[in-house]
């Protein structure tokens, strides 16, 4: 064991006159807080109402065409959703601009719209993604392609972002 060297009086002394002035600091060390049950569950039915209880895996990598512009369609709705997605025939009724985003905030975001279109029964989505270094640009489409709400996407017209963003076709009750 290493023993550490006995400090003079001397040394005290220009230690406390290099010091002189300053003040004491606050511990800044983020400690693991005890939650009671009844806080946890409160926290869990806030998450849900801001439509944060959809978790998106950044594991799951869904079969999307790299050729063409970005697009996917469920196995269960029809191709030709994708081709009125592509021409403009379903305007955005909501738009949610996520380009200069983290991604664990833009995911957080992306999860919030999906509740909110659900709960206002919106159909049309507009997803701006940005361009910038491709990260958001090739997650978004994978977390959509995850969602069950979420019956087709595609690149959008120019007039709404072109390349640079997402038409999402929700599957919503009325």
């Known amino acids: 064991m290493k023993k550490t060297p006995h400090v003079t009086d001397e040394e005290r002394q220009l230690f406390r006159e290099a010091v002189k002035g300053t003040r004491q600091i606050r511990q800044d060390t983020i400690s693991a807080e005890f939650r009671p049950v009844k806080q946890k569950r409160q926290l869990r039915l806030e998450r849900e109402n801001l439509g944060l209880e959809h978790h998106f ?3 799951f990598h869904p079969h999307l065409d790299s050729e063409g512009p970005m697009r996917y369609v469920r196995a269960d709705v029809s191709k030709f959703e994708l081709k009125k997605l592509r021409r403009g025939d379903y305007p955005p009724e909501i738009l949610l601009d996520v380009h200069g ?3 664990l905030q ?5 999860a919030a719209l999906l509740s ?3 709960r206002q029964h919106l159909h049309v989505a507009c997803v701006m993604h940005g361009i910038g270094k491709h990260i958001l640009k090739e997650r978004v489409p994978a977390w959509l392609a995850q969602h069950p709400r979420v019956r087709a996407f595609h690149q959008a017209p120019r007039e709404w972002g072109g390349d640079s963003a997402l038409l999402v076709l929700l599957d919503i009750e009325e």
């Open 116 to 118: 909110a279109c659900e």
């Open 101 to 103: 985003l983290s991604q």
């Open 106 to 110: 833009a995911k957080a975001e992306l």
């Open 57 to 59: 895996s950044d594991e």
